[in-house]
């Protein structure tokens, strides 16, 4: 026991880092050490409070051991080697991000002394840890990064000095200490530019470093070691930072036209001081591959990456232009090739070849895509590469005796160009013919290859307005058959995804597979449950979607493949290592869930589902696999939207039990399913007093504990659900419980109007439930701070608030609520108090009323736009002589921009359209008042009214009488309204019956007397 608690001993950790520095202990030990430290340093570093209810404070490192170890830890990674160094590294970050600058000014000192050091030794160590500071603030807004500012001030001239003093000396230590100078440059840059401290002069030295490093030679030597191997040299990873530099600063900072307006100024500087002389190097490094000479995949992707920002502009597309065939041809397409690796890694293991053509992370380092989407900006701005580059695939695909691997090449670029080529008039037509003549062939070819590529083809090319449906038949049927015969799983993919494409754009095509919709649903879920790759999950969500009727037979079995697939991944010992797997397993969740909403109207379908979804459900709580969490609250919801079986009010007591822990974090996702309980079955729910103890408990804690004010509002809308969803059911016990615990939560700081509205409101509703019942408890409860009852209190916030009331739902209990208050007859002293404010409060909420139900009729105005005519050739091709100047683009970054600084500006609120705030985030949760034939409270309030004028002439009198002639008007036009709303329901209810419609325009009556005489009328 004692062992496990050691790290709480004062002076532990400094221990750690002195075994962790010393060469006299053994290397295994010393790693070991430092792995534990970075844990204890993430975890136990920051100071945390003690959770609520809890008295002891968490265990935190002791100020004393914080102290030593920011004296020491510098210097330990500057003595370390590589793999302790990058541990310790870890522990830098964590501690910078909680004590630079507040408590640790003085890391900056240590480090630039480290770096004027005359022993070079400590230099890769201090500009790690100088890597460390910059990136603590690298994803930060400019005006949170004055800490670095102040620091770069000093460190930027130095390390630039001492990269220019590294450039000749091509050793392995000294090109490591260039790369890790230009990692630092590029955290510093790569989010924001700070202009303060890069002005012109200094900018055209950095510029003047990254071309150099650009283009000096790789030492020869390097060629002896194995092609596969290259990339991770370090000459080759300096020249990688250097072209991810510029490219970056190009794309975001340097492109005139395409930046925020900041950077105008500097755009145009950057654009015609360096653009073409680094696009120059660029052009020279390109030729190299040209002529088969080595060039790292990354590099050579981020040299594509910058061309394909220098084909918008002329001044660079110039320089280019002469160049483009070649590149296009001999430098992009053969990037776009099948290669010898792909064909290595489809033979060794088709499964890892899958999850590399997929992986959106390799997408940001391929070549090949780099090279796909150079050729696609080219074709698309500039006119001359289109024609050039079709003529060249025709060529290759018309060869009956040329290679295969160039065919899949010409088939990929097409593909990639598929809707640029779609909307010229000159290629539209040919492209179903270059279909049935090129691709259909392919899918009978012996190479896997080439048949994967037929399916993506047609994939590229589900748009196509087919002119003969023989041909769109062949393509469904053929991707069909490679779905369900292939032998060869990339295949199978390619095939899936195509499928699904083809019947989401192509009517036709949808009725053509109508037929086969069970075998290929099943070869579906075979796939996905052998390759365990989510976009096929989408494809079977697109599916599911498309044949909601035929889905209704099938749906029990693909529930059950989706839930032992599931299973699998879940319990595969390689689960938690593997980010795909997470996906995947999300992607099967939310497939099972759009399975139970396709077949909701179908009872007796989802009784067979719920059993198969709740050992999906059991697994996950029982293995506490917490991001899945919010997923299977999601198919408990679905699985309660009509009936609560037996089994389902099970799984509230278990989700209880489970959540205990982790109530505050998923009680927002956790709301549907509870409103479900609640309302699906209102009687079941209070036949059992242990459901409404659970759910009462989940609220209270959410209210008591610090979860946070969204989740709040979402615990007291519950209750208010429960009080109106309950009215006239018998639960006056529950009453005091509810108001208390909201009324409670007022007391305590309270930042946003939404959460002390909503505490108000479920007082409001328990006012509706029983007058006399919530007067008794707001008279019985007092707090620690007064010993006074709790009634005033309550009603001077709730007239203080009126105004914060939006949205139906609320104002309408608002509304009802203060009727009810003014017709009492038993009312408490402080209503009297407030009785100015009671009719003017009841006007603006009418007033705000009327606009919501305004806003809720249907807007069809705009719902037939008209479409643009397909016919028309779209072109966004430039002159030559012209730059690309996104006018769109560059709006959206300014009202991006521009969102920004209102999101900033909390406190000025003149600028919100109150319109759109008549839909509040929690009127989804349906109560019985927002039913259509619910009461109606301007009925309530008028009858409330004349009641009051009947039956006490002076509440009355005192209650009107501060009434302007405006406000008198408008109260006229409530009553007006009332009689309307009163004959339309009525007229609308024989209607239904079949008879006989009211004039519901007819005259009304006046009915309020406003004369100085109480009782006249």
């Given at each position: 026991?004692?062992?496990?608690?050691?790290?709480?001993?004062?002076?532990?950790a400094?221990?750690?880092?002195?075994?962790?520095v010393?060469?006299q202990?053994?290397?295994?030990?010393?790693?070991?050490?430092?792995?534990?430290?970075?844990?204890?340093?993430?975890q136990?570093?920051?100071?945390?409070?003690?959770?609520p209810?809890?008295?002891?404070?968490?265990?935190?490192?002791?100020e004393?051991?914080?102290?030593?170890?920011?004296d020491?830890?510098?210097?330990?990674?500057?003595?370390?080697?590589?793999?302790?160094?990058?541990?310790?590294?870890?522990?830098?970050?964590?501690?910078?991000?909680?004590d630079f600058p507040?408590?640790?000014?003085?890391?900056?000192?240590?480090?630039?002394?480290?770096?004027q050091?005359?022993?070079?030794?400590?230099?890769?160590?201090?500009?790690?840890c100088l890597?460390?500071?910059?990136?603590?603030?690298e994803?930060?807004?400019?005006?949170?990064?004055?800490?670095?500012?102040?620091?770069?001030q000093?460190?930027?001239?130095?390390?630039q000095?001492?990269?220019i003093?590294l450039?000749?000396?091509?050793?392995?230590?000294?090109?490591?200490?260039q790369?890790?100078?230009?990692?630092?440059?590029?955290?510093?840059?790569?989010y924001?530019?700070?202009l303060?401290?890069?002005?012109?002069q200094?900018?055209t030295?950095?510029?003047e470093?990254f071309?150099?490093?650009?283009?000096?030679d790789v030492?020869?030597?390097?060629?002896q070691?194995?092609?596969?191997?290259?990339?991770?040299?370090?000459?080759?990873?300096?020249?990688?930072?250097?072209?991810?530099?510029?490219t970056?600063?190009?794309?975001?900072?340097?492109s005139?036209g395409?930046?925020?307006k900041?950077?105008?100024?500097?755009?145009?500087?950057?654009?015609?001081?360096?653009?073409?002389?680094?696009?120059q190097?660029?052009?020279?490094?390109?030729?190299?591959?040209r002529?088969?000479?080595y060039?790292?995949?990354r590099?050579?992707?981020?040299?594509?990456?910058?061309?394909n920002?220098?084909?918008?502009?002329?001044?660079?597309?110039?320089?280019?232009?002469?160049?483009?065939?070649?590149?296009?041809?001999?430098?992009?397409?053969?990037?776009?090739?099948y290669?010898d690796?792909?064909?290595?890694l489809w033979?060794?293991?088709?499964?890892?070849?899958?999850?590399?053509?997929?992986?959106?992370?390799?997408?940001?380092?391929?070549?090949?895509?780099?090279a796909?989407n150079?050729?696609?900006?080219?074709?698309?701005?500039?006119k001359?590469v289109?024609?050039k580059?079709?003529?060249?695939?025709?060529?290759?695909?018309?060869?009956p005796s040329?290679?295969p691997?160039?065919?899949d090449?010409?088939?990929?670029?097409?593909?990639?160009?598929?809707?640029?080529?779609?909307?010229?008039?000159?290629?539209?037509?040919?492209?179903?013919?270059?279909?049935?003549?090129?691709?259909?062939?392919?899918?009978?070819?012996?190479?896997?290859?080439?048949?994967?590529?037929?399916?993506?083809?047609?994939?590229s090319?589900c748009?196509?307005?087919?002119?003969?449906?023989?041909?769109?038949?062949?393509?469904?049927?053929l991707?069909?058959?490679?779905?369900?015969?292939?032998?060869?799983?990339?295949?199978?993919v390619?095939?899936?995804?195509?499928?699904?494409t083809l019947?989401s754009?192509?009517?036709?095509a949808?009725e053509y597979?109508?037929?086969?919709?069970?075998?290929v649903?099943?070869?579906?879920?075979?796939?996905v449950?052998?390759?365990?790759n989510?976009?096929?999950?989408?494809?079977?969500?697109k599916?599911?979607?498309e044949?909601?009727?035929?889905m209704?037979?099938i749906a029990?079995?693909?529930?059950?493949h989706?839930?032992?697939?599931f299973?699998k991944?879940?319990?595969?010992?390689?689960y938690?290592?593997?980010?795909?797997?997470?996906v995947?397993?999300?992607?099967?969740?939310?497939?099972?869930d759009?399975i139970?909403?396709?077949?909701?109207?179908?009872?007796?379908i989802t009784?067979?589902?719920?059993?198969?979804?709740?050992?999906?459900?059991g697994?996950v709580?029982q293995?506490h696999?917490?991001?899945f969490?919010?997923?299977?609250?999601?198919l408990?919801?679905?699985?309660?939207?009509?009936?609560?079986?037996?089994?389902?009010?099970?799984?509230?007591?278990?989700?209880?039990?489970?959540?205990?822990?982790?109530c505050?974090?998923y009680?927002?996702?956790?709301m549907?399913?509870?409103?479900n309980?609640?309302?699906?079955d209102?009687?079941?729910?209070?036949s059992n007093?242990?459901?409404v103890?659970?759910?009462?408990?989940?609220?209270?804690?959410?209210?008591?504990?610090?979860?946070?004010?969204?989740?709040e509002?979402?615990?007291?809308?519950?209750?208010?659900?429960?009080?109106?969803?309950?009215?006239?059911?018998?639960?006056?016990?529950?009453i005091?419980?509810?108001?208390?615990a909201?009324?409670?939560?007022?007391?305590?700081?309270v930042?946003?109007?939404?959460?002390?509205?909503?505490?108000?409101?479920?007082?409001i509703?328990?006012?509706?439930y029983?007058?006399?019942?919530?007067?008794?408890?707001?008279?019985?409860?007092?707090?620690?701070?007064?010993a006074?009852?709790?009634?005033?209190q309550?009603?001077?916030?709730w007239?203080?608030?009126?105004?914060?009331?939006l949205?139906?739902?609320?104002?309408?209990?608002?509304?009802?609520?203060?009727?009810?208050?003014?017709?009492?007859?038993?009312r408490?002293?402080?209503?009297d108090?407030?009785?100015?404010?009671?009719?003017?409060?009841?006007?603006?909420l009418?007033?705000?009323?009327?606009?919501?139900?305004?806003?809720?009729?249907?807007?069809d105005?705009?719902?037939?736009?008209?479409?643009?005519?397909?016919?028309?050739?779209?072109?966004e091709?430039?002159?030559?002589?012209?730059?690309?100047?996104?006018?769109?683009?560059?709006?959206?970054?300014?009202?991006?921009e521009?969102h920004?600084?209102q999101?900033d500006?909390?406190?000025d609120?003149?600028?919100?359209?109150?319109?759109?705030?008549e839909?509040?985030?929690l009127e989804?949760?349906?109560?019985?008042?927002?039913?259509?034939?619910?009461?109606?409270?301007?009925?309530?309030?008028?009858?409330?009214?004349?009641?009051v004028?009947?039956?006490?002439?002076?509440?009355?009198?005192t209650?009107?009488?501060?009434?302007?002639?405006?406000?008198?008007?408008?109260?006229?036009?409530?009553?007006t309204?009332?009689?309307?709303?009163?004959n339309?329901?009525e007229?609308?209810?024989?209607?239904?019956q079949?008879?006989?419609?009211?004039?519901?325009?007819?005259?009304?009556?006046?009915?309020?007397?406003?004369?100085?005489?109480?009782?006249?009328n």
């Amino acid at each position: 026991m004692g062992t496990v608690k050691s790290y709480k001993i004062i002076n532990f950790a400094p221990t750690l880092l002195q075994i962790i520095v010393s060469d006299q202990v053994e290397f295994p030990v010393r790693q070991a050490a430092a792995i534990y430290m970075k844990n204890m340093v993430t975890q136990y570093w920051p100071d945390r409070e003690a959770p609520p209810g809890e008295a002891m404070l968490p265990f935190n490192i002791h100020e004393n051991d914080r102290q030593q170890i920011r004296d020491n830890i510098v210097e330990g990674i500057i003595q370390s080697p590589d793999l302790i160094r990058s541990q310790l590294a870890v522990c830098l970050r964590a501690i910078i991000k909680y004590d630079f600058p507040g408590r640790w000014t003085a890391v900056v000192d240590k480090i630039g002394f480290f770096l004027q050091s005359p022993n070079n030794a400590s230099w890769l160590g201090s500009l790690m840890c100088l890597y460390q500071l910059v990136r603590t603030y690298e994803f930060k807004k400019a005006e949170e990064r004055d800490p670095l500012i102040a620091a770069m001030q000093i460190f930027l001239p130095r390390i630039q000095q001492q990269i220019i003093q590294l450039l000749p000396d091509a050793s392995h230590w000294s090109v490591l200490i260039q790369k890790q100078i230009l990692k630092i440059f590029f955290a510093l840059v790569q989010y924001t530019l700070p202009l303060q401290l890069v002005n012109k002069q200094t900018m055209t030295q950095w510029m003047e470093i990254f071309r150099t490093i650009i283009d000096r030679d790789v030492p020869s030597e390097t060629l002896q070691v194995d092609e596969d191997d290259r990339p991770e040299l370090v000459w080759w990873k300096c020249k990688k930072w250097a072209l991810h530099l510029v490219t970056r600063l190009f794309e975001r900072y340097g492109s005139p036209g395409n930046v925020t307006k900041e950077y105008n100024e500097f755009s145009e500087f950057f654009f015609k001081t360096y653009a073409v002389g680094i696009q120059q190097v660029l052009l020279k490094l390109v030729d190299q591959y040209r002529q088969k000479q080595y060039v790292a995949p990354r590099v050579l992707q981020q040299v594509l990456n910058y061309l394909n920002q220098g084909v918008n502009h002329s001044l660079t597309w110039k320089q280019m232009k002469p160049h483009i065939q070649s590149i296009s041809e001999e430098v992009a397409f053969p990037l776009m090739c099948y290669k010898d690796e792909d064909e290595e890694l489809w033979q060794e293991d088709p499964y890892e070849y899958i999850r590399m053509k997929f992986d959106v992370f390799e997408d940001h380092v391929s070549p090949t895509i780099a090279a796909q989407n150079f050729l696609y900006t080219a074709a698309k701005k500039r006119k001359e590469v289109l024609p050039k580059m079709m003529s060249f695939c025709y060529q290759i695909l018309t060869d009956p005796s040329g290679d295969p691997r160039k065919k899949d090449g010409a088939l990929h670029v097409i593909g990639s160009l598929a809707d640029i080529l779609l909307k010229k008039n000159m290629y539209k037509g040919q492209m179903e013919l270059m279909l049935q003549n090129y691709v259909f062939t392919l899918f009978n070819s012996n190479l896997g290859y080439l048949r994967a590529r037929a399916c993506w083809v047609l994939h590229s090319f589900c748009n196509l307005k087919f002119t003969n449906d023989l041909n769109l038949r062949n393509a469904v049927e053929l991707t069909k058959k490679s779905l369900i015969e292939d032998k060869e799983m990339p295949v199978k993919v390619e095939a899936a995804i195509a499928l699904q494409t083809l019947i989401s754009n192509q009517d036709q095509a949808k009725e053509y597979i109508k037929p086969s919709v069970r075998p290929v649903m099943q070869e579906l879920l075979h796939i996905v449950r052998e390759t365990e790759n989510d976009d096929l999950t989408n494809v079977i969500q697109k599916m599911i979607c498309e044949y909601s009727e035929e889905m209704t037979t099938i749906a029990v079995d693909m529930t059950q493949h989706l839930a032992m697939t599931f299973s699998k991944v879940l319990q595969s010992d390689a689960y938690e290592e593997i980010e795909d797997k997470t996906v995947m397993a999300m992607g099967i969740l939310n497939t099972i869930d759009t399975i139970l909403t396709v077949v909701e109207a179908h009872k007796e379908i989802t009784l067979q589902l719920e059993g198969i979804c709740l050992q999906v459900i059991g697994l996950v709580l029982q293995k506490h696999v917490i991001e899945f969490y919010e997923e299977v609250l999601s198919l408990a919801y679905s699985l309660t939207c009509q009936v609560i079986s037996p089994n389902m009010w099970q799984l509230l007591g278990i989700l209880y039990e489970v959540l205990q822990q982790d109530c505050f974090e998923y009680f927002t996702d956790m709301m549907p399913l509870l409103h479900n309980y609640v309302t699906v079955d209102t009687d079941a729910f209070l036949s059992n007093p242990k459901n409404v103890e659970i759910i009462y408990n989940l609220c209270k804690k959410v209210l008591t504990g610090d979860a946070g004010e969204d989740a709040e509002c979402h615990a007291a809308k519950l209750l208010e659900v429960i009080i109106l969803q309950c009215r006239g059911k018998g639960i006056d016990q529950c009453i005091p419980l509810f108001v208390e615990a909201v009324l409670e939560r007022l007391t305590r700081g309270v930042k946003t109007s939404e959460l002390r509205t909503m505490c108000l409101q479920v007082a409001i509703a328990a006012l509706y439930y029983s007058p006399m019942l919530l007067v008794n408890t707001l008279e019985n409860i007092r707090f620690s701070h007064s010993a006074e009852p709790i009634t005033a209190q309550f009603i001077n916030q709730w007239m203080n608030d009126t105004d914060c009331f939006l949205g139906l739902h609320d104002r309408k209990v608002c509304i009802i609520g203060l009727s009810t208050l003014m017709e009492m007859q038993n009312r408490p002293e402080a209503v009297d108090a407030v009785a100015a404010q009671i009719l003017p409060s009841l006007l603006l909420l009418f007033l705000g009323l009327k606009r919501a139900y305004a806003s809720r009729a249907p807007n069809d105005q705009n719902e037939n736009g008209e479409e643009a005519n397909e016919d028309t050739e779209e072109n966004e091709e430039i002159p030559s002589d012209e730059d690309d100047i996104r006018e769109a683009g560059q709006q959206y970054l300014e009202m991006l921009e521009q969102h920004q600084v209102q999101d900033d500006d909390e406190d000025d609120d003149d600028d919100w359209d109150e319109d759109g705030l008549e839909e509040t985030a929690l009127e989804g949760f349906s109560t019985p008042l927002d039913e259509d034939n619910s009461v109606d409270e301007y009925q309530i309030f008028t009858s409330a009214l004349l009641r009051v004028q009947s039956r006490d002439a002076a509440w009355y009198q005192t209650l009107t009488a501060p009434l302007s002639e405006d406000q008198k008007k408008q109260l006229q036009e409530i009553f007006t309204l009332t009689e309307q709303r009163k004959n339309e329901a009525e007229s609308k209810k024989i209607e239904g019956q079949g008879g006989y419609k009211f004039d519901i325009t007819a005259p009304v009556p006046t009915a309020f007397n406003f004369g100085a005489t109480p009782g006249d009328n």
